[in-house]
């Protein structure tokens, strides 16, 4: 199995959903080796490499980090990108925060559509977990086993008659994340609209891009599915597990858990190298350092001494 990237670029333009400043997005092919990075092009092409050690805050989305400069709302795209096997790709962005479009992953579905794919002349690397690690708070888990394949299982419990308990699991792919989860909007319910604004969130928000909830329905209805509310949620899960910096092996479960949990779990994970491995699509090992990606080395810790 080969590293890919993009064939082509693609380009979309949108407010973000919690700042309201508009933003030009466009997808870039890059080398193998690469990774997914993000460049600010409005700071000279600034990059920001998609990887939980530049995670900055994760206040109803995840953000990142680097050096001062910070770029928000990296998970529906990261979602997109990840399930769809895209290993290396620039991702230049204009603004403080990618644009939500209408809320889900399927505008940036369409995108990598129109950019196509590309095998790189390099090997792919799999990171495969060993070992199981759990983080826990409260009554919120997420969870990572061995498996031979990127599975996920997300739970959501939220009192209300539309959503209530809801399960989703699958093998992620390219087809399983366009036809079960791509389409699935971000959420918020009513009551806290008032209060996040004055926080300086959703300022971009509106019936376009999210679902509301109200006390006993929704304002911008039809759903686009039954359970869309955890379908959701799985979206955001694999966006900010794409931080690992590799494809995973890995059965992932997330029990009412959210972006900091998930963010939480990747920055464990990669600091005990005894939880996983690297590896090719024919079970090759690799654990001589200098053949690490740099995606992965540079979030693992030195050793003592080092």
């Not at 899960?237 to 939480?264: C, F, M, N, W, Y």
């Amino acid at each position: 199995m080969l590293q890919t990237t993009i064939a082509r670029e693609s380009s979309a333009e949108g407010v973000g959903l919690h700042t309201g400043v508009h933003g030009s997005l466009r997808l870039v092919p890059a080398p193998a080796e690469t990774g997914i990075v993000f460049r600010r092009v409005d700071l000279d092409n600034f990059p920001i490499e998609a990887q939980g050690r530049n995670v900055a805050r994760v206040s109803y989305a995840t953000s990142l980090m680097k050096q001062g400069v910070l770029l928000s709302t990296t998970e529906h795209l990261l979602a997109a990108i990840y399930s769809c096997g895209i290993d290396n790709v620039y991702i230049d962005i204009d603004a403080i925060e990618l644009p939500i479009l209408d809320g889900s992953a399927e505008p940036f579905m369409q995108m990598l559509e129109q950019s196509g794919v590309r095998k790189l002349r390099r090997k792919r690397r799999y990171l495969k977990v060993l070992k199981p690690l759990e983080v826990c708070e409260g009554d919120r888990r997420i969870g990572i086993y061995p498996a031979d394949e990127f599975r996920v299982r997300c739970y959501v419990d939220f009192p209300h008659p539309l959503v209530g308990q809801q399960e989703v699991e699958m093998v992620v792919g390219p087809d399983t994340f366009r036809h079960l989860l791509a389409r699935a909007r971000t959420f918020c319910f009513e009551r806290d609209i008032e209060p996040l604004r004055a926080m300086g969130l959703i300022r971009g928000g509106s019936l376009e891009n999210a679902i509301v909830l109200t006390r006993g329905g929704i304002m911008n209805g039809p759903l686009r599915f039954p359970d869309e509310f955890v379908r959701h949620k799985a979206l955001d899960l694999i966006g900010d597990l794409a931080l690992a910096g590799l494809p995973l092996l890995a059965r992932v479960e997330a029990h009412k858990a959210g972006h900091s949990l998930h963010t939480q779990l990747v920055s464990r994970l990669l600091s005990d190298p005894a939880l996983w491995t690297i590896t090719t699509a024919t079970g090759e090992a690799v654990r001589v350092e200098e053949e690490l990606p740099q995606s992965v080395l540079a979030q693992v810790p030195a050793a003592p001494g080092d």
